[in-house]
């Protein structure tokens, strides 16, 4: 197998749709996870029809063409405008699920920003989903989380589900928020904020990720970044990681393409 079949087997990952339903939801609760978070909580009997759904799964958020949200079943997919969110906490018997969408300021806002900005308890959403979200390895020891504010939500979730004597780094580019978020972690794993408009997640990495190791890896970056980001991984960790994974952050209307880069 050539260098470049390892690259690509490595960042590539199955994922099944099959369990995928579009369902109607009603917000429950809105709140604050930060200052720049909106926490918002969906609720409703058509959970019990998404039993694949877990904490760190991804859902669709479904808008019409004009930018709102879908409320009535979707007949044509055509007319559909699809947002991908990771699921923070789901409790199947309380019948919720609960996203983090980040509102961080200086970026235009899409439907789903502005939806979460202006939405009120009680109104209706339409939702497609699960679909699985990436797992760290469940034995790694040593690990290196990085991304943009936006996956803010999905590094908490794998914070939140490592082993307790994992250890290693997050690295969080995210200029233009001016809090820095408690997570609930490992003790050993160190959070680096790089809020500095003049950087990106590459040079953040260069300058604060531990060089070499075998860290277990995942990334959460613009489409753009992907490339040099690969390419920086390769050339410092290929020889000993064991388990390394890049999503996408766009609004890129399939969450299967987006799971690998
Ligand atoms: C698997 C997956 C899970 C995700 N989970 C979350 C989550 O839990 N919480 C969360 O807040 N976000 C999450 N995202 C990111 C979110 O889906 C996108 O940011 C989405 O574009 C937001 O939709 P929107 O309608 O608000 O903006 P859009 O209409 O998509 O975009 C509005 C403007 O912002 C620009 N833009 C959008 N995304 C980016 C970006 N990353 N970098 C630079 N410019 C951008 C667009 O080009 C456009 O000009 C996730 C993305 C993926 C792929």
Known sequence: MTTWQQIKRLFSQDVSSETAHSVSLTVQKISQAGEHIRRIT?????IRKLPALHSGSHIQLLFDKQGNPVTNTVTCQDDVIERPFTVRFCDPQMLLLTIDIVTWPGRSYGP?????QTVQLGESIHIKGPWPGPRLAAEADEVLLAGEADAIPAIAHHLETLNPASYGTVILHCPGMSENIVFSKPPNVQIIWVNQPDSSLLAAL???APAGGSPAIWLGARPD???TLKAWIAQTYL???HYIQLT??????????SLSA
């Open 42 to 46: 969906l609720g409703g009997a058509a």
């Open 112 to 116: 789903a920003r502005r939806w979460a």
């Open 206 to 208: 260069q300058q604060h």
């Open 225 to 227: 970044d992907m490339a």
């Open 239 to 241: 020889s000993a990681a």
């Open 248 to 257: 996408a952050y766009t609004g890129d209307e399939d969450p299967v393409g």
